[in-house]
């Protein structure tokens, strides 16, 4: 049955994802260059602008972008799993590690850069960094979920 809460919160998972692709992740604007320069993270790019908000350098990070795209592949899967909550389960456990990655992902970048800038500050993370935590909590909620069900299926196999 594809109609059961857990749908629900994979399908958050799946739109947690491609808010993190569409939005920014990270923000340095306290360079001490005292340039007025600063940085802007998303999924695909680094990039560095200079006080008038045009790009004077930039960078890809074309692998959070992927992380990102195969956490919401991997829940779209799992959704469509319901026949074998042990695959099902599988595929969330998988994806929590991506996921997982992803914000190691994120958080070795926005370090590497303010290691390289000696900032006084860690920089300010975006919605589309905060949407991955709260997509690792649904992915765990859908597991609690399912595990649920298993356990309700195993009692009805008991008793008959």
Known sequence: MIQRVQTIFLFLVVVAMGITVGTSLWSQTETGSGTGD??????????????NGEVIQSSSKWYLSALAAF??????????QYKSRAKQMLFNM???????SLVVAVFLTTN??????NASSGG??????????????????????????EALVRSVDRIR
Request: proline letters at 0%; hydrophobic letters at 60%; a negative charge.
């Open 38 to 51: 600063s940085w802007e993270l998303t999924a695909f790019m680094l990039s560095n602008l200079d006080a």
């Open 94 to 100: 998988i994806n929590s590690l991506v996921m997982v």
């Open 124 to 149: 300010t993370y975006h919605f589309g960094f905060w949407v991955i935590l709260a997509a690792m909590v649904c992915n765990m909620l859908a597991n609690r979920f399912i595990k649920k069900d």
């Open 71 to 80: 956490a919401g592949f991997l829940a779209l899967i799992s959704i469509f």
């Open 112 to 117: 590497g850069i303010n290691t390289e800038l």
